[in-house]
Structure formats: structure tokens, C-alpha cells
């Protein structure tokens, strides 16, 4: 079993900056793949970001490149969502999610990938 815990949610005005984390206990050894989706009230769950165990495959949504970083500790078991330049349309419920296989190309894209998933943090940008 794995649990990942989300945090540093929270209210921020536009153009603003917020960086979460994603801690992750349990068979975190084993772990491929992390990602983070985002789901706003009335729509799907939508890819986010995405990054290999080791730290050296990141993927982005086209919504959110050059604004959002995603990266890893391993040490820490825990990776982080660094947010710039946030905007209203990223407000949103900001889920990690975490992949026991390995993942290639699109894969990374695709919510039915992940096998565990934590409990989700809120973002809100206000105009």
C-alpha cells in the first residue's frame, strides 16, 4: 500500500506563486511514475504535470508549461508542484498521484495510469 498526503493548498491572488507537496509512504521503492491532476467544480479531472521516480522525465500540460515545475526528493519520499503566475482557471482540487508501472510517452497523461492517489488539496485564484 502506498498513502500520499497533499499540502500548501490555499487562497492566492492572480499572479501569485504556491508550491505543493506530495509525501508518500509505504512501498514508495517501487514507485515509476508521479503525477499531480487538478479537477474544478462542474469538470473532469484533468492532467497537471508528471515526473519519473528518478527525476529525469517531466511532462506538462500545454495549460500550465513554463508557469508550473515539478520535481522530486527522493530522499524525502515527497514531490512538489511549484506553481507561478497562477491564474483564476487554476483554481481547482490538486490531486498527486502515483504509478507502480512503468510509464512511457503518453502514458504519463492519463489518470487511469496511476495506481494511488491521495486526497486532494484546493487551490483558489482569485482576480
Known amino acids: 500500500q502506498v498513502q500520499l498526503v497533499e499540502s500548501g493548498g490555499g487562497l492566492v491572488q492572480a499572479g501569485g506563486s504556491l508550491r505543493l507537496s506530495c509525501a508518500a509512504s509505504g512501498r514508495t521503492f517501487s514507485s515509476y511514475a508521479m503525477g499531480w491532476f487538478r479537477q474544478a467544480p462542474g469538470k473532469e479531472r484533468e492532467f497537471v504535470a508528471a515526473?519519473?521516480?528518478?527525476?529525469?522525465?517531466?511532462y506538462y500540460a500545454d495549460s500550465v508549461r513554463r508557469r508550473f515545475t515539478i520535481s522530486i526528493d527522493n530522499a524525502k519520499n515527497t514531490v512538489y508542484l511549484q506553481m507561478n503566475s497562477l491564474k483564476p482557471e487554476d483554481t481547482a482540487v490538486y490531486y498527486c498521484?502515483?504509478?507502480?508501472?512503468?510509464?512511457?510517452?503518453?502514458?504519463?497523461?492519463?489518470?487511469?495510469?496511476?495506481?494511488?492517489w491521495g486526497q486532494g488539496t484546493q487551490v483558489t485564484v482569485t482576480s
Open positions: 498521484a502515483a504509478s507502480f508501472r512503468p510509464l512511457a510517452g503518453g502514458s504519463y497523461y492519463r489518470g487511469y495510469e496511476y495506481h494511488y
Open positions: 515526473i519519473s521516480w528518478s527525476g529525469g522525465s517531466t
